[in-house]
């Protein structure tokens, strides 16, 4: 079955009515789930957060939202496909998300920022969604802790906008705040 709930959209909502329809998105239990791995998913998510079934890209949105729900992490950093009967690989490139758009409210320890994922859901920067900048072979990777151990990682664009917030606040080190949190830019391992 297609999953039928709308993407959420940044623009126009408030961070706190955000916040609600974040809450009123009931994700499956999949933290819960615990069946036996029956194999691969014969899917991958590429860096650029393109998912492929058997090599050809999935061209649904909707199909793609509705993979993403069932989605999670294991603590070995393996990514799986579960349902409460099976649990199937799926090969990640990078992340499994990219946060591709970002809105802001406040200014300073008051700011909170908000990330739209392209799963078509989003998050508030904070405690639940803390950012981290890991430092790859291919540059920082500024990355926000989803859900179940999955990573978005935030889009250059996204990322540049976050730099110009922390410095117009001329915070030191370089970062910005979010729901109480104060999150560097730059990479610290």
């Known amino acids: 079955m297609p999953e039928s709930r709308p993407p959420l959209e940044l623009q126009g909502v408030s961070l706190a009515d955000l916040q609600k329809l974040i809450e009123e998105r009931r994700l499956p239990p999949v933290d819960r789930w615990q069946p036996e791995k029956c194999g691969h998913s014969g899917m991958r998510i590429g860096r650029d957060g393109t998912w492929h079934h058997e090599g050809r890209p999935i061209g649904r949105p909707a199909m793609v939202r509705l993979f993403s729900t069932v989605l999670r992490r294991e603590p070995d950093g393996t990514h799986v496909l579960v349902t409460p009967v099976e649990k199937l690989e799926i090969d990640v490139d990078a992340t499994a998300f990219r946060a591709v758009e970002l809105h802001s409210e406040g200014t300073g320890r008051q700011r909170k920022i908000a990330l739209r994922l392209d799963s078509g859901d989003a998050v508030i920067l904070g405690p639940g ?61």
């Open 129 to 189: 969604h803390p950012l981290k900048v890991f430092d790859t072979e291919l540059g920082p990777s500024p990355r926000v802790l989803v859900r179940h151990g999955l990573e978005a990682e935030l889009s250059r664009t996204v990322y540049y906008e976050l730099a110009e917030l922390a410095l117009a606040e001329k915070n030191n080190p370089v970062g910005v705040w979010s729901n109480g949190e104060f999150y560097r830019l730059e990479p610290t391992e």
